[in-house]
C-alpha cells in the first residue's frame, strides 16, 4: 500500500477544492488510471475522472501527476517513491474532481477545418488518391495526435490565453496542410495568421515533451510560423499588384 | 426536461455513429443528432489495430472473401448480408481515402494491403498498426463538414421513446449537469458497440458495456447469437490490452514455454518457416481456432508465466527493428509500457482475451430492426455478417459499410412521413419514469441495498468462470442462474454519491445494470445452443461436435422484464453456399466452401481493383 494525493473539487458540496489522501495497493505494474480506479471501486464512490481504453490511445485521462500533464493509463506509480499528486489537467476549466471543461480545446481543433479539402482537380472519386509513403511521412507524426489535451496543459501561452488556437489544434491543421492530397491551405491560414494563431507561440517546447504520442506540435507550431509568413508576404504583394483594390 | 427534434438520431459516436450521421447528412433532411457517452474520438474503435477487409489485388475475387467470411462464422453467417458486404466493401474504404485517412502504402503510392486471419488472400487495408485510430479521427473529423449534425457530447441515452411500435427518440442524461434530455426524431440508429466489459480479462475499453443493446433489448427487439463471444488469441497478461493479429500477418509466430510453434497439433499445420506467413495456416488461422489451441495448451502444462497469468509467446524478433517501426509502431510502444518488452529483443508474452461481440442487436439486411425506424450498425448490431466467428478485419469495414447503410436506409424513412404523433403525452410519461428510477438509485442510507461495485465484480467472475472459451451444461446453468441473482440484487442497488454533476458513479451504476441484460442473454443463449462452433465451444458429451440438423439456426433472445428471458430459434440464410467443413492448414488448401451454389458473390468480377 502507498499514498496518493489527489486534488478533489465538488462545486455541490464547496467551492474549495482540496487534497485528499487515499491509500492503494501497489505493484510494478500499477498505473496512475488503476490507482484511481481502485479508489472509486473500493474507497470512495465520489471521485470523478475520465478513462475509457487504457492502453494510450482514446485520450481520456489525462491529469497532472506532480504538476506534470500525463496520462493516467501510461504513468505508473513505480516512477514515484516518494510524493505522488494528481491533480485536474491544467489551464482548463475544472468541472468536478479531475474533470476538466474541454469545449475550448475542441474549439479550437474544430475551428481549423481539420479535414482534406480536396481541389477542383481531384481524380475520379471512385478510386484512391496516390501517395507515397514519402509524400505520407511529411504529415504522417501529426496525424497521431490523440486529442488528449496534455499539450494545451502544457502551454504557458494557453495558459495565460485561452484564445490561443494551442499546440493540437495548429499541429492538426499543419496535418492537412502537408497532406498531397488536401487543397485547403489557404482556407486554414487565415486563424493561424491571427493573433491568437501560430504567433501567440513563445516556443517554450513543452507541449513536445509532455505528448505521450511523440508529436511534435511545437515544430508544427514553427513550420506554421514560416508558413504564415509567406502567407503573409503574399497576401501584401497580391495587395500591391492589384493596386490596393481588396481582396 | 429539454426537448430537441431531430430527423435522425445516432446513438454512438464510434466508427459505425459516425460514418451513419454523415450518411444521414448526405441523404437529406436537414437535422442530425448525434448522441455519446464520450467525445467520438474517445470511442472503442479507436483501439482497433489491424486493418480492414475488402476485395484489392487482381487476385483476389468478391467470392473468395465471401467464402472466407461465411466458412469463417462456421455457416451461421446471413449469406445475402454476407454478399452485401464484400460488394460495398472497397468503396467504402477508398471513400475513406478520399476522406484523408492516411492507409499505409506501396513505393508506387498505391494502397498497401496485408494479410490477416482465416483470409485466403491479402486484402487487409492498415494504417500502421492504428487503423481503428486513423479511421475514427478521420470520420470525426469529416463529420464536422457537416453542419447539419448536432453533437451531444457526453449525453447518456437511457432508453427510446417507443410509439405503437414506431421509434420516436431517445430520452439521455447530461452527464455534465445530471439533467435529463429528450431528443425527438422520426428514426433512430444504435451505434453502441460491444459488450466486452461483461468478462475480466478483455481487450476492450471501459465504455463497452453493452448499454445500446440493453436499451432495444428492453424494448422487445430480439438479441441474436449473443452466445458468440470472440476471444482474440493475443492479449497482453494482466491488462488484456490489444496485441494486433496483424503482427502474426506481418510474420509474428506464437510458441509455448518450450518455444514450439504448438498450433501444428491443432490441425492448423504443418509449421510454415519463420519469415514465411501463409495465409490460413498456423498463425494465420482464424480467431477461434488460436483461441481454443491456448486452452489446450494450458491444460496440458505447457503455458509460461508472466506474473498470475498463464502465457505463450509471440515472437517478432526475425522481423528486425526496422520493419517493427514500420509496420507495428504502436505494438512495440505498448509491449514496453505494460509488459516491458523490446518486441525486436524478446518474445512477448501473450493469452487470449475476450474482445468482440458477434451477436447483438437484430437487424434486417437494412439494418432495421423489428421497431419501425429503429435501426442498428456496428459491433452492437447483428445484420448477420459475422455468423459464429468473425474473422478480423472485417468489423472495421463492418462499421463503413453498415454505418453507411443504416445512416441512408433511416434518413429516407425520416423524410417520409413520419407515425410518431406529437408525442407530449409519451414524453412526459418517459421523464417522470426515469427521473423516478434514478432518484430511486440515488436515495442514500438504507441499510442492506448494493452498490455496483460488488455486483460488477461478481458478474465479471461468473463470466468468466462459466462462459469462457469452453462451456458445459453445469457451469452455464449456475452461470445463468448467478446472472438472474445479480438482476435480482440490481434492483435494489444505490449509489455512493448523491450529486449531479459529472456522477460518474450513477453513470457505472446505469452501465452494470446494461451489462447485466445482456449476460442473461449470452448465458442462455450459450446453454440452450447444445452443439459446439466458432466461437462456442462446449465440452459436455453430444455437445462437441457441429449439430446443423438441431442447431444450424440463429439464437434469439427476448427480454422479460424481471422474469426469466425467453430463447426462440431462427432459420439461416445459406442460400448461396451450403453448410461445409471448416478446414485451414494443410486441410483447408484447396478446400472451398463445399458445395457452393454458384450465384450471387460468384462472377462478381467488377469487385477486383487491382
Given at each position: 500500500?502507498?499514498?496518493?494525493?489527489?486534488?478533489?473539487?465538488?462545486?455541490?458540496?464547496?467551492?474549495?477544492p482540496?487534497?485528499?489522501?487515499f491509500?492503494?495497493?501497489?505493484?510494478?505494474s500499477?498505473?496512475?488510471?488503476d490507482?484511481?480506479?481502485?479508489?472509486?471501486?473500493?474507497?470512495?464512490?465520489?471521485?470523478?475522472?475520465?478513462w475509457?481504453?487504457?492502453?494510450?490511445?482514446?485520450?481520456?485521462?489525462?491529469v497532472?501527476?506532480n504538476?506534470?500533464p500525463k496520462?493516467?493509463?501510461?504513468?505508473?506509480?513505480?516512477?514515484?517513491?516518494?510524493e505522488?499528486?494528481?491533480?485536474p489537467?491544467?489551464?482548463?476549466?475544472?468541472?468536478?474532481?479531475?474533470?476538466?471543461?474541454?469545449?475550448?480545446?475542441?474549439?479550437?481543433?474544430?475551428?481549423?477545418?481539420?479535414?482534406?479539402?480536396?481541389?477542383?482537380?481531384?481524380?475520379?472519386?471512385?478510386?484512391?488518391?496516390?501517395?507515397?509513403?514519402?509524400?505520407?511521412?511529411?504529415?504522417?507524426?501529426?496525424a497521431?495526435?490523440?486529442?488528449?489535451?496534455?499539450?494545451?496543459a502544457?502551454?504557458?501561452?494557453?495558459?495565460?490565453?485561452?484564445?490561443?488556437?494551442?499546440?493540437?489544434?495548429?499541429?492538426?491543421?499543419?496535418r492537412?496542410?502537408?497532406?498531397?492530397?488536401?487543397?485547403?491551405?489557404a482556407?486554414?491560414?487565415?486563424?493561424?495568421?491571427?493573433?491568437?494563431?501560430?504567433?501567440?507561440?513563445?516556443f517554450?517546447?513543452?507541449?513536445?515533451?509532455?505528448?505521450?504520442?511523440?508529436?511534435?506540435?511545437?515544430?508544427?507550431?514553427?513550420q506554421?510560423?514560416?508558413?504564415s509568413?509567406?502567407?503573409?508576404?503574399?497576401?501584401?504583394?497580391?495587395?500591391?499588384?492589384i493596386?490596393?483594390?481588396?481582396? | 426536461?429539454?426537448?430537441?427534434?431531430?430527423?435522425?438520431?445516432?446513438?454512438?459516436?464510434?466508427?459505425?455513429?459516425?460514418?451513419?450521421?454523415?450518411?444521414?447528412?448526405?441523404?437529406?433532411?436537414n437535422?442530425?443528432?448525434?448522441?455519446?457517452?464520450?467525445?467520438?474520438?474517445?470511442s472503442?474503435?479507436?483501439?482497433?489495430?489491424?486493418?480492414?477487409?475488402a476485395?484489392?489485388?487482381?487476385?483476389?475475387?468478391?467470392?473468395?472473401?465471401?467464402?472466407?467470411?461465411?466458412a469463417?462464422?462456421?455457416?451461421?453467417?446471413?449469406?445475402?448480408?454476407v454478399?452485401?458486404?464484400?460488394?460495398?466493401?472497397?468503396?467504402?474504404?477508398?471513400?475513406?481515402?478520399?476522406?484523408?485517412?492516411?492507409?499505409?502504402?506501396q513505393?508506387?503510392?498505391d494502397?498497401?494491403?496485408?494479410r490477416?486471419?482465416?483470409?485466403?488472400?491479402e486484402?487487409?487495408?492498415?494504417?500502421?498498426?492504428?487503423?481503428?485510430?486513423h479511421?475514427?479521427?478521420?470520420?470525426?473529423q469529416?463529420?464536422l463538414?457537416?453542419?447539419?449534425?448536432?453533437?451531444?457530447?457526453?449525453?447518456?441515452?437511457?432508453?427510446?421513446?417507443?410509439?405503437?411500435?414506431?421509434?420516436?427518440?431517445?430520452?439521455a442524461?447530461?452527464?455534465?449537469?445530471?439533467?435529463?434530455?429528450?431528443?425527438?426524431?422520426?428514426?433512430?440508429?444504435?451505434?453502441?458497440?460491444?459488450?466486452?466489459?461483461l468478462?475480466?480479462?478483455?481487450?476492450?475499453?471501459g465504455?463497452?458495456?453493452g448499454?445500446?443493446?440493453?436499451?432495444?433489448?428492453?424494448?422487445?427487439?430480439?438479441?441474436?447469437?449473443?452466445?458468440?463471444?470472440?476471444?482474440?488469441?493475443?492479449?497482453?497478461?494482466?491488462?488484456?490490452?490489444?496485441?494486433?493479429?496483424?503482427?502474426?500477418?506481418?510474420?509474428g509466430?506464437?510458441t509455448?514455454?518450450?518455444?514450439?510453434?504448438?498450433?501444428q497439433?491443432?490441425g492448423?499445420?504443418?509449421?510454415t518457416?519463420?519469415?514465411?506467413?501463409?495465409?490460413?495456416?498456423?498463425?494465420?488461422?482464424p480467431?477461434?481456432?488460436?483461441?481454443?489451441?491456448?486452452?489446450?495448451?494450458?491444460?496440458?502444462g505447457?503455458?509460461?508465466?508472466?506474473?498470475?497469468?498463464?502465457?505463450?509467446?509471440?515472437?517478432?524478433?526475425?522481423?528486425?527493428?526496422?520493419?517493427?517501426?514500420?509496420?507495428?509502431?504502436?505494438?512495440?510502444?505498448?509491449?514496453?509500457?505494460?509488459?516491458?518488452?523490446?518486441?525486436a529483443?524478446?518474445?512477448?508474452?501473450?493469452?487470449?482475451?475476450?474482445?468482440?461481440?458477434?451477436?447483438?442487436?437484430?437487424?434486417?439486411?437494412?439494418?432495421?430492426?423489428?421497431?419501425?425506424?429503429?435501426?442498428?450498425?456496428g459491433?452492437?448490431?447483428?445484420?448477420?455478417?459475422?455468423?459464429?466467428?468473425?474473422?478480423?478485419?472485417?468489423s472495421?469495414?463492418?462499421?463503413?459499410?453498415?454505418?453507411?447503410?443504416?445512416?441512408?436506409?433511416a434518413?429516407?424513412?425520416?423524410?417520409?412521413?413520419?407515425?410518431?404523433?406529437?408525442?407530449?403525452?409519451?414524453?412526459?410519461?418517459l421523464?417522470?419514469?426515469?427521473?423516478?428510477?434514478?432518484?430511486?438509485?440515488?436515495?442514500?442510507?438504507?441499510?442492506?441495498?448494493?452498490?455496483?461495485?460488488?455486483?460488477?465484480?461478481?458478474?465479471?467472475?461468473?463470466?468468466?468462470?462459466?462462459?469462457?472459451?469452453y462451456?458445459?451444461?453445469?457451469?452455464?446453468?449456475?452461470?445463468?442462474?448467478?446472472?438472474?441473482?445479480?438482476?435480482?440484487r440490481?434492483q435494489?442497488?444505490?449509489?455512493?454519491?448523491?450529486?449531479?454533476?459529472?456522477?460518474?458513479?450513477?453513470?457505472?451504476?446505469?452501465?452494470?445494470?446494461?451489462?447485466?441484460?445482456?449476460?442473461?442473454?449470452?448465458?442462455?443463449?450459450?446453454?440452450?445452443?447444445?452443439?459446439?462452433?466458432?466461437?462456442?465451444?462446449?465440452?459436455?458429451?453430444?455437445?462437441?461436435?457441429?449439430?446443423d440438423?438441431?442447431?444450424?439456426?440463429?439464437?434469439?433472445?427476448?427480454?422479460?422484464?424481471?422474469?426469466?428471458?425467453?430463447?426462440?430459434?431462427?432459420?439461416?440464410?445459406?442460400?448461396l453456399?451450403?453448410?461445409?467443413?471448416?478446414?485451414?492448414?494443410?486441410?483447408?488448401?484447396?478446400?472451398?466452401?463445399?458445395?457452393?451454389?454458384?450465384?450471387?458473390?460468384?462472377?462478381?468480377?467488377?469487385?477486383?481493383?487491382?
Amino acid at each position: 500500500m502507498r499514498s496518493i494525493q489527489i486534488l478533489r473539487y465538488l462545486p455541490e458540496e464547496s467551492s474549495q477544492p482540496f487534497l485528499q489522501s487515499f491509500q492503494v495497493p501497489v505493484t510494478d505494474s500499477t498505473s496512475v488510471l488503476d490507482a484511481l480506479n481502485y479508489i472509486k471501486e473500493s474507497l470512495d464512490p465520489t471521485l470523478s475522472f475520465r478513462w475509457s481504453c487504457r492502453m494510450a490511445i482514446c485520450g481520456s485521462c489525462g491529469v497532472m501527476v506532480n504538476g506534470i500533464p500525463k496520462l493516467g493509463c501510461k504513468d505508473f506509480l513505480r516512477n514515484y517513491p516518494n510524493e505522488l499528486i494528481i491533480e485536474p489537467l491544467a489551464h482548463l476549466p475544472v468541472e468536478r474532481d479531475l474533470v476538466v471543461n474541454m469545449d475550448s480545446f475542441l474549439r479550437h481543433l474544430e475551428a481549423v477545418k481539420p479535414y482534406l479539402i480536396e481541389g477542383k482537380h481531384a481524380a475520379d472519386s471512385s478510386q484512391p488518391n496516390r501517395q507515397t509513403p514519402a509524400q505520407m511521412a511529411r504529415y504522417q507524426q501529426f496525424a497521431n495526435c490523440i486529442n488528449c489535451g496534455l499539450c494545451y496543459a502544457a502551454c504557458p501561452q494557453f495558459g495565460l490565453n485561452p484564445e490561443f488556437t494551442g499546440p493540437a489544434a495548429i499541429a492538426l491543421a499543419h496535418r492537412y496542410n502537408l497532406d498531397s492530397r488536401d487543397s485547403g491551405k489557404a482556407q486554414r491560414m487565415a486563424p493561424l495568421n491571427s493573433k491568437n494563431g501560430v504567433w501567440s507561440c513563445t516556443f517554450v517546447g513543452f507541449c513536445s515533451e509532455v505528448c505521450p504520442k511523440g508529436v511534435d506540435p511545437a515544430a508544427a507550431v514553427n513550420q506554421g510560423k514560416v508558413e504564415s509568413a509567406k502567407s503573409m508576404l503574399i497576401q501584401l504583394f497580391r495587395g500591391r499588384a492589384i493596386g490596393g483594390a481588396g481582396q | 426536461m429539454q426537448v430537441h427534434t431531430f430527423d435522425v438520431v445516432v446513438v454512438g459516436g464510434g466508427g459505425a455513429g459516425l460514418r451513419a450521421a454523415i450518411a444521414a447528412a448526405e441523404t437529406g433532411g436537414n437535422a442530425v443528432g448525434l448522441v455519446s457517452k464520450v467525445y467520438p474520438m474517445r470511442s472503442h474503435t479507436v483501439a482497433a489495430e489491424g486493418g480492414a477487409a475488402a476485395v484489392t489485388r487482381g487476385d483476389d475475387s468478391l467470392q473468395s472473401h465471401f467464402d472466407d467470411t461465411v466458412a469463417g462464422g462456421d455457416w451461421l453467417a446471413e449469406q445475402g448480408v454476407v454478399d452485401y458486404f464484400v460488394r460495398h466493401a472497397h468503396a467504402e474504404l477508398v471513400q475513406m481515402e478520399r476522406w484523408g485517412c492516411p492507409w499505409s502504402r506501396q513505393a508506387s503510392g498505391d494502397v498497401q494491403v496485408r494479410r490477416f486471419g482465416g483470409m485466403k488472400t491479402e486484402r487487409t487495408w492498415f494504417a500502421a498498426d492504428k487503423t481503428g485510430f486513423h479511421m475514427l479521427h478521420t470520420l470525426y473529423q469529416t463529420s464536422l463538414k457537416y453542419p447539419q449534425i448536432q453533437r451531444f457530447d457526453e449525453y447518456f441515452v437511457l432508453d427510446l421513446l417507443v410509439e405503437d411500435n414506431q421509434a420516436c427518440g431517445v430520452i439521455a442524461l447530461e452527464i455534465s449537469s445530471g439533467e435529463l434530455h429528450l431528443l425527438r426524431a422520426k428514426s433512430v440508429i444504435m451505434a453502441t458497440g460491444g459488450a466486452g466489459r461483461l468478462f475480466r480479462f478483455n481487450t476492450n475499453g471501459g465504455i463497452v458495456t453493452g448499454d445500446g443493446m440493453a436499451i432495444a433489448y428492453r424494448r422487445g427487439v430480439a438479441l441474436r447469437d449473443m452466445e458468440f463471444v470472440q476471444y482474440h488469441p493475443t492479449g497482453l497478461p494482466g491488462s488484456g490490452i490489444l496485441i494486433t493479429e496483424a503482427s502474426r500477418g506481418e510474420g509474428g509466430v506464437l510458441t509455448n514455454k518450450d518455444g514450439y510453434r504448438y498450433l501444428q497439433d491443432y490441425g492448423l499445420g504443418p509449421e510454415t518457416p519463420l519469415g514465411e506467413p501463409k495465409n490460413k495456416y498456423m498463425e494465420l488461422g482464424p480467431r477461434d481456432k488460436l483461441s481454443q489451441a491456448f486452452w489446450h495448451e494450458q491444460q496440458a502444462g505447457r503455458t509460461g508465466k508472466h506474473g498470475d497469468s498463464d502465457v505463450v509467446y509471440l515472437d517478432l524478433r526475425h522481423l528486425g527493428e526496422a520493419y517493427l517501426q514500420e509496420r507495428l509502431p504502436f505494438i512495440c510502444e505498448l509491449a514496453k509500457a505494460y509488459v516491458n518488452v523490446d518486441p525486436a529483443k524478446s518474445p512477448i508474452p501473450i493469452r487470449p482475451a475476450v474482445h468482440y461481440t458477434m451477436g447483438g442487436i437484430e437487424t434486417n439486411a437494412d439494418c432495421e430492426t423489428s421497431i419501425d425506424g429503429l435501426f442498428a450498425a456496428g459491433e452492437c448490431a447483428s445484420v448477420g455478417l459475422h455468423g459464429a466467428n468473425r474473422l478480423g478485419s472485417n468489423s472495421l469495414t463492418e462499421l463503413l459499410v453498415f454505418g453507411h447503410l443504416a445512416g441512408k436506409k433511416a434518413m429516407q424513412r425520416a423524410l417520409g412521413d413520419s407515425p410518431c404523433k406529437d408525442g407530449a403525452e409519451s414524453i412526459r410519461q418517459l421523464g417522470s419514469q426515469w427521473q423516478e428510477r434514478l432518484e430511486s438509485m440515488m436515495r442514500g442510507g438504507e441499510p442492506g441495498r448494493p452498490r455496483w461495485p460488488e455486483l460488477k465484480t461478481e458478474l465479471l467472475k461468473v463470466m468468466e468462470e462459466g462462459c469462457g472459451i469452453y462451456r458445459d451444461e453445469a457451469g452455464l446453468t449456475q452461470a445463468l442462474q448467478s446472472i438472474r441473482g445479480l438482476r435480482e440484487r440490481y434492483q435494489r442497488v444505490q449509489l455512493g454519491d448523491q450529486s449531479k454533476i459529472y456522477n460518474t458513479d450513477l453513470l457505472h451504476c446505469l452501465e452494470l445494470g446494461c451489462s447485466l441484460d445482456v449476460a442473461e442473454a449470452t448465458c442462455l443463449a450459450a446453454l440452450q445452443r447444445r452443439e459446439s462452433r466458432g466461437a462456442h465451444q462446449r465440452l459436455d458429451d453430444g455437445c462437441q461436435q457441429r449439430n446443423d440438423q438441431q442447431y444450424l439456426k440463429h439464437s434469439q433472445v427476448f427480454y422479460q422484464g424481471a422474469a426469466p428471458a425467453r430463447l426462440e430459434w431462427q432459420d439461416v440464410d445459406t442460400h448461396l453456399s451450403a453448410p461445409g467443413e471448416r478446414q485451414y492448414g494443410t486441410k483447408g488448401s484447396g478446400v472451398k466452401g463445399s458445395g457452393v451454389k454458384g450465384s450471387g458473390a460468384e462472377g462478381s468480377d467488377g469487385g477486383k481493383h487491382a
